[in-house]
């Protein structure tokens, strides 16, 4: 005997076909996603630096050029966590958001040097970019952490403005420069001496959430906190 929600998920199956989050293939409608791309999703470990985000090998911490304080990264940048992140864009579902806040909580809680967060911003989306897709993956990922957390979000915090070209097609030092002029300031009070995670889908270079950590900086935050889905590192 099925419930209400398992009866809802049966029919809707019927018209749209349930689909893995993680590889787009159609599965069962009982399930949430493939067992085999939950078994090779590229979880990160103890080898990346919670400081910087990088390798240990490759720690950038003593640079000092990161606005950020802290980093966690859920997952590499490839396998079922490139599926999960492209997927997520093309369509807005709670598993993979789930997922990524799962394990990044589990990080933050076992993190002694973590001081106590108290919101979380999204990378913003441009309006027009916004209006297309209906809704911002990185807000999508900023409400499963901050429930896991149980902290607010902060939609209005930051604003980004209209881009020729998308970050991810620009060198480094493009993504550097175009980040800074893209990103600025919304609601300040929300963010006024408060301790802040910044949360985006991916990290490349880093140049976007060091951008949107310094511009919260600037606007009276007492630290941020870089956490992302997957990084390229």
Same mark, same amino acid.
């Given at each position: 005997?099925?419930?209400?929600?398992?009866?809802?998920?049966?029919?809707?199956?019927?018209?749209?076909?349930?689909?893995?989050?993680?590889?787009?293939?159609?599965?069962?409608?009982?399930?949430?996603?493939?067992?085999?791309?939950?078994?090779?999703?590229?979880? =990160?470990?103890?080898?990346?630096?919670?400081?910087?985000?990088?390798?240990?090998?490759?720690?950038?911490?003593?640079?000092?050029?990161?606005?950020f304080s802290r980093c966690y990264a859920a997952?590499?940048?490839?396998?079922?966590?490139?599926?999960?992140?492209?997927?997520?864009?093309?369509?807005?579902?709670?598993?993979?958001?789930?997922?990524?806040?799962?394990? =990044?909580?589990?990080?933050?809680?076992?993190?002694? *040097?973590?001081?106590?967060?108290?919101?979380?911003?999204? %990378?913003?989306?441009?309006?027009?970019?916004?209006?297309? @897709?209906?809704?911002?993956?990185?807000? %999508? *990922?900023?409400?499963?952490l901050a429930e896991k957390l149980d902290i607010?979000?902060? @939609?209005?915090?930051?604003?980004?403005?209209?881009?020729?070209?998308?970050?991810?097609?620009?060198?480094?030092? @493009? @993504?550097?420069s175009n980040a800074a002029r893209l990103y600025?300031?919304?609601?300040?009070?929300?963010?006024?001496?408060?301790?802040?995670?910044?949360?985006?889908?991916?990290?490349?270079?880093?140049?976007?959430?060091?951008?949107?950590?310094?511009?919260? *900086?600037?606007?009276?935050?007492?630290? %941020?906190?870089?956490?992302?889905?997957?990084?390229?590192?």
């Open positions: 005997m099925y419930n209400a929600k398992q009866l809802k998920a049966f029919v809707l199956d019927l018209f749209f076909p349930n689909r893995c989050p993680l590889c787009g293939n159609v599965i069962n409608w009982k399930l949430e996603y493939c067992g085999r791309c939950y078994d090779e999703l590229p979880y =990160t470990g103890d080898e990346l630096c919670r400081g910087c985000g990088n390798d240990i090998s490759r720690c950038s911490c003593h640079e000092n050029e990161r606005s997952f590499y940048y490839q396998g079922s966590a490139k599926g999960g992140v492209v997927y997520l864009k093309r369509t807005k579902n709670d598993v993979f958001p789930r997922l990524f806040a799962e394990k =990044t909580a589990a990080d933050i809680n076992s993190d002694a *040097l973590f001081p106590k967060a108290d919101c979380i911003v999204p %990378v913003p989306m441009s309006k027009l970019k916004l209006r297309r @897709r209906g809704y911002n993956q990185a807000e %999508v *990922l900023a409400d499963a607010p979000v902060y @939609r209005n915090a930051l604003i980004k403005g209209e881009s020729v070209v998308a970050q991810h097609k620009l060198s480094a030092n @493009r @993504r550097k600025s300031a919304g609601n300040t009070s929300e963010i006024k001496d408060k301790t802040v995670i910044i949360v985006d889908d991916v990290m490349t270079t880093g140049s976007t959430i060091n951008s949107c950590a310094e511009i919260l *900086l600037e606007m009276g935050a007492n630290s %941020v906190i870089a956490a992302v889905a997957a990084t390229t590192v």
